[in-house]
C-alpha cells in the first residue's frame, strides 16, 4: 500500500553541521512530496514540496528533490542552526485528499 | 491574517464519554482536512470536506465522525471514547479541495482519554 518510510532519529548535530534526513515512499502515480517541520508545542508547518520528478523544493536554507527513480525525497541543508531543532515529517498527498505522514525524525542542533 | 484556529487546546475525557473538536480554517480556504497524531507517531488522515461534502476518510472506526458548516468551520466528532484515542487531533485547511495545494495545520487539540 501507499506508505512513507522515513530516517528514524533522534538525529543530534552540532551547529554549521551539514543535514541530511531520508525519505522513500511507496505509492502508485506520482504524488506531490512534502516536508513539514513541527517546532516544540506548535503546529506543523510547511517547510517545502515538489510536485513532480526532478522538482526541487527549497526554503530556509533547506532543499529536497524528488527523485522518481528512487522515489525519494531527502531533506538537506548545508549548515544547521540551533533554531532548526524540530520534528520533521516527509509526507505524500496522493488523490488530491489523503495525505500519508512518515512517523517524524527529531533534531536537536547543539551549539 | 489569522491561521487555522482549534479549541479548545486541551481536554480531557473519561472512556466511553463522547467528545468534539472545533476548527476554523484560514479565510478563503473552503477545505478542512482532520489528522489524528499519536505521541511519537506522524499524523494520520482522518477525514476531509470540501464545500461541505465529505471528500475522503482515512481508516478510523465509525465512531469518528465530522461536519463542515456553510462558513466552512469544521467539527471532529468522537463517541464511546477509548483509550487509545488519546493524540494530537491536528485539522488544516488548503485552498482547494480537488487540487494539489499544501495544506495549513492549525495547533492541534490535546485530548486525554482516562
Known amino acids: 500500500g501507499n506508505s512513507v518510510t522515513q530516517m528514524e532519529g533522534p538525529v543530534t548535530l552540532s551547529e554549521e553541521a551539514f543535514l541530511t534526513i531520508n525519505c522513500t515512499y511507496t505509492?502508485?502515480?506520482?504524488?506531490?512530496l512534502f516536508w513539514y517541520v513541527q517546532y516544540p508545542g506548535e503546529g506543523l508547518q510547511l517547510l517545502l514540496k515538489a510536485t513532480k520528478a526532478d522538482d526541487k523544493g527549497s526554503n530556509k536554507g533547506f532543499e529536497a528533490t524528488y527523485r522518481k527513480e528512487t522515489t525519494s525525497f531527502h531533506l538537506e541543508k548545508g549548515s544547521v542552526q540551533v533554531s532548526d531543532s524540530a520534528v520533521y515529517f516527509c509526507a505524500f498527498q496522493y488523490n488530491n485528499n489523503d495525505m500519508r505522514f512518515g512517523a517524524g525524525t527529531r533534531l536537536t542542533v547543539k551549539p | 491574517d489569522a491561521g487555522v484556529t482549534q479549541s479548545p487546546t486541551h481536554l480531557i475525557k473519561t472512556r466511553g464519554q463522547q467528545v468534539t473538536l472545533r476548527c476554523s480554517p484560514i479565510s478563503g480556504h473552503k477545505s478542512v482536512s482532520w489528522y489524528q497524531q499519536v505521541l511519537g507517531q506522524g499524523p494520520q488522515f482522518i477525514f476531509q470536506?470540501?464545500?461541505?461534502?465529505?471528500?475522503g476518510r482515512g481508516n478510523f472506526p465509525d465512531r469518528f465522525s465530522a461536519r463542515q458548516f456553510p462558513n466552512y468551520s469544521s467539527e471532529l466528532n468522537v463517541n464511546a471514547l477509548l483509550l487509545g484515542d488519546s493524540a494530537l487531533y491536528l485539522c488544516?485547511?488548503?485552498?482547494?479541495?480537488?487540487?494539489?495545494?499544501?495544506?495549513?495545520f492549525g495547533p492541534g487539540t490535546r485530548l486525554t482519554v482516562t
Open positions: 505509492a502508485t502515480g506520482y504524488p506531490s
Open positions: 488544516a485547511s488548503s485552498l482547494e479541495g480537488a487540487e494539489v495545494y499544501e495544506q495549513y
Open positions: 470536506y470540501y464545500e461541505k461534502e465529505e471528500r
